[in-house]
Each structure stands twice: as C-alpha cells, then as structure tokens.
C-alpha cells in the first residue's frame, strides 16, 4: 500500500485481557516507530526499530508492553493484562532512512479502549 | 525536563483571517523542528520542517514557520486561513536516541475551528 496501515483500527478489551496491535509499515522504510497518544495530549514515543533491530524501548510504560518486528517489516504492539490507563490511540510511523531523521509516516492508529 | 509546549489549545477564527500558533522547546544544542497536521478523521502529516539554514521555512497549503533559536521557537503562521484548515496542529523536536536513530517529541497540539 501506500501508507503506514494500522489494525484493527479500533480494539475494545476487557481489563486483564491481552492486545496485539499490527502496523505494515512502507515498503521499503528502514525505520519503525511506535507512538501512545492519550485523550487531548500529543504523541508520546514508545519504542523504535532499524529493521529487526528493537533500538529503543526507553518509552514503554511498563513490562506488559511488548514490541516486535521480527523480520524487518510488520511490526507488533503486544499488551498483556490490560488495564484502564492503557486505553489511547496507538501510533505506527516509519521513514525511509536508517536513522530515522527524516519525514516519519503516520498511520491512522489504533483506539485502544479497556473497560 | 526537555519538553515542547503549545501555549494554545483551542483557537477559533473565521475564514481569511490570520493565524498564528505558538511553539517553544526547550532543548539546547542542534534541533530538528516539525510541524505535524492532523485533519478529522485522517492520520498525521507533515506540513513543514526545519533542519538547518533559512530560519523561515514554507511548507503546504501556503504555510509557514519562523524558526527563532534565541527565543527557543517555531511558531507557525498562515495569513489568510480556510475553513479546510479546520484541524489539530502539533509541534515536534526530534531528538537523537542513545542507541541509535531519533525519536519525535511532540507539544499537546492546538485544535483550530475555522468557522465561515
């Protein structure tokens, strides 16, 4: 495709359940991040990968949260035990260079809501 | 700690008239600057960035940015806006990570209404 794709776009889960959130980067894009955006506030890092390579997890908010990309490409959020504070829109972007300096792509997110 | 603020959160304004929206980082050192524009329903996408050289960069839909290091900002500005600018802007500094590549910082964005 021609964008950053993100699914499911919209995920309800119970507190205590487990989430995995899929981003297909494009093609092609060296770089991956992932981004949390809570109710009214701006994007906030999360993680970032060169290819297969977890770089940075300095972001994560706790050790529920899980991310991978295993062979470079589709990536995956994983968040285990949910709970209330999780729920926001969670970003994927990714750019085209290995250092991740230029133009970043959004997709359009997934809404996370835990009830 | 390093933050990027956005002093206006919500900016109501009528067609053809001026905008401007404030940003402040405080960061020192190299910083690369971005203007991010969300429309409703739509995804995230750049509307203008600085890297280096002329402090005053254009970027879509005729807007601009004035990149001012002793005041630690980069306000954007539109003389005449539309009422399709109708949108969510955010500010960002992208930082250089420790093990390697860069991470975008953004400000709580501004939610600009323009009402015909």
């Known amino acids: 495709g021609a964008g950053v794709s993100q699914s499911p776009r919209y995920k309800v889960a119970k507190r205590g359940q487990d989430v995995a959130l899929r981003c297909d980067p494009i093609s092609g894009h060296v770089s991956l991040f992932w981004y949390q955006q809570a109710l009214g506030q701006g994007p906030e890092f999360l993680t970032y990968f060169q290819n297969e390579a977890q770089l940075d997890k300095s972001g994560l908010p706790s050790d529920r949260f899980f991310a991978e990309r295993p062979e470079g490409s589709v990536s995956t959020l994983k968040i285990q035990r949910t709970q209330q504070e999780d729920s926001a829109v969670y970003l994927c972007a990714s750019s085209l260079k290995r250092t991740g300096a230029d133009e970043a792509f959004f997709g359009q997110g997934t809404r996370l809501t835990v009830v | 700690a390093q933050s990027v603020s956005q002093h206006n959160h919500h900016v109501i304004l009528s067609e053809a008239a001026s905008l401007e929206l404030g940003c402040n980082y405080s960061y020192g050192g190299t910083v690369n600057l971005f203007w991010y524009v969300q429309y409703p329903g739509q995804h995230l996408q750049l509307l203008l960035k600085?890297?280096?050289?002329?402090?005053l960069v254009k970027g879509i839909k005729g807007f601009e940015a004035e990149f001012i290091k002793s005041k630690f900002s980069f306000n954007l500005r539109k003389p005449s806006v539309q009422w399709s600018d109708t949108a969510e802007y955010f500010c960002?500094?992208?930082?250089?990570?420790?093990?390697?590549?860069?991470?975008?910082?953004f400000g709580t964005g501004t939610q600009l209404k323009v009402e015909l």
């Open positions: 600085y890297f280096s050289g002329d402090p």
């Open positions: 960002a500094v992208k930082r250089r990570l420790t093990g390697g590549g860069n991470k975008l910082t």
